[in-house]
């Protein structure tokens, strides 16, 4: 009787030490070669990958070219490998595309406001008053800016944030905090609109730190209500390549949570192609998701950004209650044709502010470029953004490439 239940006894240890994680076969692969293992060794945990990478341009490449530390994660899953995330990366094999993101169009003007007589839209502290947008609104600049120039502006922090070297340093690129510094005090006539959910577009620093939708998760640093200083602090590039590239298969995609779930809600009225949308959900272990295409769709991956979207805390129309961060309504995108947007906040129970003036309830309405684009002549058409902001160029040694200065 002893000898069969020690009999047992060594065999339940033995099923418990083959199903610890920290011994999978993956971790005893690499122990055995006391090196990093190839990519199919990557592929035994991270099997969303290998349908992205194997067969694609990016196939050949090592999984240590972008992840830094893979070794001693081989050896402890809890040993977190680095990742390479911003444009550097790929720029040492793709540099025309980088140098003309970095290079700068000084005929576009820096803190030109859009609510001044001159403006793109003259009445806009009027029409959007109260509300902190009318802060200094100013007109875009170059994709390179998006950051810096969202720091720096009156309605985003109290104006806390300035530059290095004042007025001389506004033309300055490189990493945000080598450009501006936190003053620790706000200035008079400002507003404090920032939000985390807004920087999500304008940067791709936090996608491995930020879950789906940006839910609050124990393995995310961020989410939705993140303190915007410190969220800020930590935020250091402009939307990076694989905002629109995937790093593993280099194919077209979008990484913007909250553009993802209403196509699928309802991609079938905006993006579609003879009632289909060409975009394939990935998801990660429940954590992140990705939307790929197998053609260049400019139309959604411009429409990560330039489109309306609601990011911050706004009030419910039937009871005015406060809509909080804690509330998906404050990372939306409606993807509903401009004329049709505050139908669909009216439904969705949400709106931004009352008026100063008429108390009416409105949304904010924030760069609806997409909506307004859609059905028009050049959508039916066919043509995309890029073929006209991002048209091909010639490098001196007569190379062809896309020309990513937008």
């Excluded at 993956?26 to 990478?53: D, M, P, W």
């Excluded at 990366?89 to 007589?117: D, T, W």
């Excluded at 979008?254 to 949308?277: H, M």
């Excluded at 044709?337 to 009216?346: C, E, M, Q, R, V």
Aim: glycine residues 8%; positive net charge.
């Amino acid at each position: 009787m002893q000898k069969r239940n020690a009999g047992h006894v060594v065999a339940a240890v033995l099923f418990m030490i083959l199903m610890v994680p920290g011994v999978s076969a993956a971790q005893s692969a690499s122990r055995q070669n006391g090196a990093v293992s190839t990519r199919e060794t990557c592929y035994q945990c991270h099997f969303q990958i290998k349908s992205l990478k194997e067969g694609s341009k990016h196939a050949a490449l090592s999984c240590d070219i972008c992840h830094s530390g893979a070794k001693e994660h081989l050896q402890s899953f809890r040993n977190k490998p680095a990742t390479a995330i911003d444009q550097a990366a790929c720029g040492k094999c793709h540099g025309n595309q980088l140098n003309s993101f970095m290079r700068i169009n000084y005929s576009a003007q820096a803190r030109k406001e859009k609510g001044v007589p001159t403006g793109r839209s003259p009445l806009q502290e009027k029409l959007l008053a109260p509300h902190g947008f009318t802060k200094e609104h100013n007109e875009p600049r170059a994709h390179v800016f998006m950051v810096t120039d969202q720091f720096a502006v009156d309605r985003f922090i109290g104006g806390r944030f300035q530059y290095k070297k004042g007025l001389a340093g506004i033309h300055q690129t490189g990493k945000a905090w080598d450009v501006l510094y936190d003053t620790g005090r706000e200035l008079p006539e400002t507003a404090k609109a920032g939000n985390a959910t807004c920087i999500k577009c304008k940067t791709t620093d936090h996608i491995l730190q930020w879950k789906y939708m940006g839910d609050k998760d124990p393995k995310a640093r961020w989410d939705r209500s993140s303190d915007i200083v410190a969220f800020s602090k930590a935020t250091q590039n402009p939307m990076g390549c694989i905002h629109c590239h995937d790093a593993h298969g280099a194919a077209p995609r979008v990484v913007r949570d909250a553009l993802i779930d209403a196509i699928d809600r309802d991609g079938a009225q905006t993006f579609a192609r003879n009632g289909k949308t060409d975009l394939k959900v990935v998801d990660f272990r429940g954590f992140r998701k990705i939307g790929v295409m197998s053609k260049t769709d400019s139309r959604m991956m411009c429409a990560q950004c330039h489109v309306e979207y609601a990011c911050n805390t706004g009030f419910e129309f039937d009871s005015g209650k406060k809509v909080d961060y804690d509330d998906r309504r404050t990372n939306h995108y409606p993807l509903k044709n401009a004329n049709d947007i505050l139908a669909h906040y009216k439904k969705l129970n949400y709106y931004d502010f009352k008026h100063a003036v008429t108390g009416a309830r409105l949304v904010k309405l924030q760069h609806p470029e997409a909506e307004t684009y859609w059905g028009s002549a050049h959508d039916r058409a066919g043509v995309q953004c890029h073929q006209c902001h991002m048209p091909k160029a010639k490098d001196q040694g007569g190379k062809m490439y896309t020309n990513h200065g937008v």
